[in-house]
């Protein structure tokens, strides 16, 4: 099974808000509205499978075009979950599963092409967009896009996830041993997700501080 689906198969047996129930998650949770939704700023989601490199690469390609087009971004609670582990502030984005009614209701289109055209009169207004990169290009970036972003909004996305004090002080210390080691600055977000775990993996080893 690839891994778009078994992506897909995964998160359909997830729990999510069906209508809004007081007291509960639920309670606040938007219905479905055709009418209100057409002429409303896209909503828009990526489900990115894969472990923490691919939830931080989610989680800033929302923020990007949630800032760059004002589209109204949703993230899914698994991967929320998975950020809430190991930073402060995860709060760019509402959780897809929560803030929906039955977010399946809601008809989201996959999107496979540039994430710079979501800003389009096509898809900017009316849609319920779902950010997809298919198993053949996970290595192929240029596919989605959006390096542009990553300079334009490089002060957000360094301040978009910050890292639970034990982490960063572990990080810390592991940057002051190599420092000797390297001669260009790290800095913990690079241009892609991936390329920020892998930063985490080696610097200071996470699995290890999780023991």
Same mark, same amino acid.
């Given at each position: ?46 489900? *990115?499978?894969? @472990?923490? !490199? &691919? $939830?931080?690469?989610? /989680? #800033? ?59 389009? *009169?096509?898809? @900017?207004? !009316? &849609? $319920?967009?779902?950010? /997809? #990169? ?78």
């Amino acid at each position: 099974m690839s891994r778009a689906k078994a992506a897909e198969e995964q998160y359909k047996s997830k729990a999510y808000c069906i209508a809004p129930t007081p007291g509960t998650i639920c309670e606040n949770c938007t219905i479905y509205d055709y009418e209100n939704l057409k002429d409303s700023p896209s909503i828009v989601t990526y489900f *990115p499978g894969g @472990r923490l !490199g &691919n $939830a931080i690469t989610a /989680y #800033l390609t929302l923020y990007w075009v949630q800032l760059e087009y004002g589209l109204d971004t949703y993230f899914e609670k698994e991967s929320y979950d998975l950020l809430k582990l190991y930073f402060e502030n995860v709060d760019n984005h509402k959780v897809l599963e929560e803030d929906l009614c039955n977010w399946k209701n809601f008809g989201f289109q996959k999107y496979q092409g540039n994430i710079e055209f979501l800003g389009s *009169p096509e898809w @900017r207004t !009316g &849609n $319920a967009v779902q950010i /997809y #990169l298919a198993k053949e290009d996970f290595l192929r970036h240029e596919k989605q896009g959006g390096r542009k972003f990553y300079k334009k909004y490089r002060k957000q996305s360094f301040d978009a996830l910050r890292l639970k004090e034990q982490y960063r002080r572990h990080a810390e210390l592991a940057l002051q041993q190599i420092s000797n080691k390297v001669t260009n600055s790290i800095f913990f977000f690079l241009c892609r997700g991936e390329h920020y775990v892998h930063s985490i993996s080696t610097i200071f080893n996470v699995n290890n501080l999780l023991r």
